[in-house]
């Protein structure tokens, strides 16, 4: 297979020359997308060794129209596109159409997530990009599935949260329907393609597959749990803000200057738990989790006023030091500067031609120790 661009990035950092290559060194993946889920997938694939050549029109992606801006780059952009070289493609010419068949033609992998309909109008749908490639690995992101009674409806992240059940049971009892934050459903259904992605990668022959990942599907697979207990129930369970459909005490509670969660998980635990704040009637009266998930609300009435007397260090300190699970609820800059993410190198400094130094959410992937996050900055537009 010749190359049709340059070598793939150098190892993440000088300590690491020398090491194996990573496991996808070698492979070419082609990633026409836009916003988060496909071009979410191609970072994580260039993390882990892929040559990633992202296809956009003369515009760009249409991430890097959202501001914040960092210098005149879109950090929106700068957040999903790292790891890659771009190449902009004119579909409307017959030249550029004949460049994006010989970029594909030469690749192991493409992935996309454009609207139904899309990629074959740029002469990239499956069926003619397997006549010159039979072996490629063909994966899609859509909304609501490749095909179906809503194949063509278009979506967004709320969209997806709200028509999988996700923001039915998310926030307290009795307030209005919320949501996550982030745009989860993006990030859980590119991650899902990157599995079904390597598993074809993986497959002896390598006889070309098609991997189709639906973004609601996703986010209602994610919900493990939440789906048990109303498949079990019958019915719609309640929302119960940050506690626990399994198991209690399970929840986030105020202490005298911040907020920890604490996760009870065993019988055990709460034992360590009562015994540390004095209460061995309350051990022994809720020696269960059935017992405890019971009485919820009790717990939390018994257990509220004594966090809320003392600092979060000071429960972090007693607590954890006797194996109880909790945690501190941390701002994102204080995540940042936490020792262990520091440690595990999770955010990562990358210098950018146009933005300069900047901070990226590094891979969560470690290969034989090695944090594997590229150290190539997203591109420019060419």
């Not at 749908?125 to 490639?133: L, S, T």
């Not at 717990?299 to 300190?317: C, D, F, K, N, Q």
Request: glycine content about 10%.
């Amino acid at each position: 297979m010749t190359a049709i661009w340059a070598p793939d990035h150098e190892p993440n950092d000088s300590a690491h020359r020398g090491l194996r290559p990573l496991p996808l060194s070698g492979l070419r993946v082609v990633e026409v997308g836009n916003l988060i889920a496909a071009p979410y997938a191609g970072m994580m694939l260039a993390d882990l060794g892929a040559d990633v050549v992202k296809i956009e029109p003369p515009e760009g992606d249409l991430g890097r129209r959202f501001g914040p801006w960092q210098g005149e780059e879109s950090v929106f952009f700068l957040a999903v596109n790292r790891g890659k070289r771009s190449e902009v493609i004119d579909f409307r010419s017959d030249t550029g159409r004949r460049r994006a068949r010989d970029i594909v033609a030469d690749a192991d992998v493409l992935i996309h997530n454009l609207r139904l309909g899309a990629i074959e109008r740029l002469g990239l749908g499956e069926d003619e990009v397997r006549a010159y490639n039979p072996r490629i690995v063909y994966g899609v992101v859509s909304a609501f599935g490749a095909d179906g009674p809503y194949a063509a409806r278009p979506g967004i992240d709320i969209v997806f949260q709200a028509e999988s059940g996700m923001i039915s049971v998310t926030g307290e009892d009795g307030a209005p329907p919320g949501k996550t934050a982030t745009t989860i459903g993006d990030y859980v259904a590119a991650t899902n393609l990157v599995a079904g992605v390597c598993a074809a990668l993986a497959e002896p022959g390598r006889p070309g597959r098609r991997i189709d990942v639906a973004l609601r599907d996703s986010l209602v697979a994610v919900q493990g749990g939440w789906n048990a207990i109303a498949f079990h129930r019958g019915g719609q369970p309640p929302r119960i803000g940050t506690a626990s459909i399994f198991t209690a005490p399970n929840q986030v509670f105020a202490t005298s200057d911040g907020h920890v969660a604490l996760a009870i998980v065993s019988d055990h635990h709460f034992e360590r738990l009562c015994e540390a704040l004095d209460l061995p009637d309350l051990s022994a009266t809720y020696p269960t989790n059935d017992d405890r998930m019971q009485a919820v609300d009790r717990l939390a009435s018994v257990l509220a006023p004594i966090l809320g007397a003392r600092s979060t260090e000071h429960w972090m300190e007693l607590l954890d030091g006797i194996g109880v699970p909790i945690g501190r609820v941390l701002t994102l800059p204080e995540v940042w500067d936490d020792p262990q993410v520091r440690h595990n190198e999770v955010i990562v400094e990358l210098e950018h031609p146009d933005a300069g130094t900047m901070r990226v959410v590094g891979s969560p992937i470690r290969v034989d120790g090695r944090a594997t996050t590229s150290r190539r900055p997203p591109p420019t537009l060419p």
